[in-house]
């Protein structure tokens, strides 16, 4: 459903990150998809050939990591960064892409977007740098975020900003996102719906409430 949040929970090794990776068929050599469909947009993932993946990937969904600096080049200034994706994606001028890329630097409320522009990721806080990659993500106007664990390289405060800022993505935007987390009260605060794995299979699903007021699973129970 547009906007609609889904948070994935489960304890370390269950699973969760690979579902996120499944979804964006980019398993490389951690395993293969071997039953079930993965259907977005009408399409089966495992139908579609490499371009179309690639396509896809980065554009349509795309996925925000544990560690911001995996997804930022550090030689590179923040701004030539965020240019990229409407550049690529959208072939727009670079005056365009500036505007763009500065106008969702605002969105994600950094302070002095300007300066952020102009600064390399290093010169960042880890806090910084997350919501500078969610923009880059939210550039490329997708319709599934997939967002990995994105507040567990953050401390306490810095964590509680960003789950503010990522509660609001999806009523601004119409993204639909995927939460990954091993942290219930992060996915009670973002979240719609949930999905509980426990050794690599979903046991509960459903809304946030009905789960909650009616666990099944002796894992969700504790």
């Known amino acids: ?109 950094l302070p002095d977007p300007e300066r952020m522009m102009r600064s390399y990721p290093h010169q960042l806080s880890g806090g910084q740098q997350q919501r500078i990659v969610i923009a880059m993500a939210l550039l490329s106007k997708p319709a599934l975020l997939l967002l990995d664990e994105p507040t567990t390289a953050l401390d306490v405060t810095v964590e509680a900003g960003i789950v503010d800022l990522v509660k609001g993505l999806g009523e601004k935007f119409g993204t639909s996102m995927i939460f990954v987390s091993h942290n219930l009260g992060l996915i009670l605060e973002t979240c719609d719906r949930i999905t509980v794995m426990y050794s690599g299979e979903a046991v509960e699903t459903g809304k946030i409430k009905d789960v909650f007021d009616r666990m099944r699973h002796p894992y969700t129970q504790g």
């Open 1 to 109: 459903v547009p906007g609609e949040a889904m948070g994935s929970v489960g304890e370390s090794g269950c699973g969760k990150s690979t579902v996120s990776l499944g979804i964006m068929r980019d398993l490389s050599n951690i395993g293969k998809i071997v039953g079930g469909k993965i259907k977005f947009q009408g399409k089966d993932m495992g139908e579609l050939s490499d371009e179309e993946l690639r396509s896809i990937r980065g554009n349509k969904i795309a996925m925000i990591y544990q560690e911001p600096m995996a997804s930022l080049n550090p030689a590179m200034k923040v701004g030539q960064q965020l240019m990229e994706v409407p550049l690529i994606h959208d072939k727009v001028s670079k005056e365009e892409a500036y505007k763009r890329a500065l106008d969702m630097v605002r969105s994600v409320k």
